[in-house]
């Protein structure tokens, strides 16, 4: 599970999954749906041309039009 508020914690949970797995890629799975002020959508993170090593489901706040913050968790992460 994740979080980031605003504008600075929705780019640190960017920048944080960037550093940590880099040259991996975000794709997304399937089409976000939403209602209301929610919006979820769901996505694979794996280095391009292979099957994805990690995946997940974000809901996401929207306030007057923009992001507002990002709750994400984990469906497939590697065993360790």
């Known amino acids: ?9 929705v780019a ?10 880099a040259g991996f890629r975000f794709s997304l799975k399937g089409t976000p749906d939403g209602f209301a002020d ?13 099957p994805s090593v ?13 992001l507002k913050s990002v709750t994400g968790f984990l469906d497939k992460v590697p065993a360790q």
């Open 1 to 9: 599970l994740m979080q980031g508020d605003g504008h600075e914690g």
């Open 54 to 66: 990690i995946e997940g489901t974000d809901i996401g706040i929207i306030e007057n039009g923009r």
């Open 38 to 50: 929610k919006i979820r959508f769901s996505w694979s993170l794996g280095p391009e041309g292979t």
């Open 12 to 21: 640190a949970l960017i920048d944080g999954v960037q550093q940590r797995f």
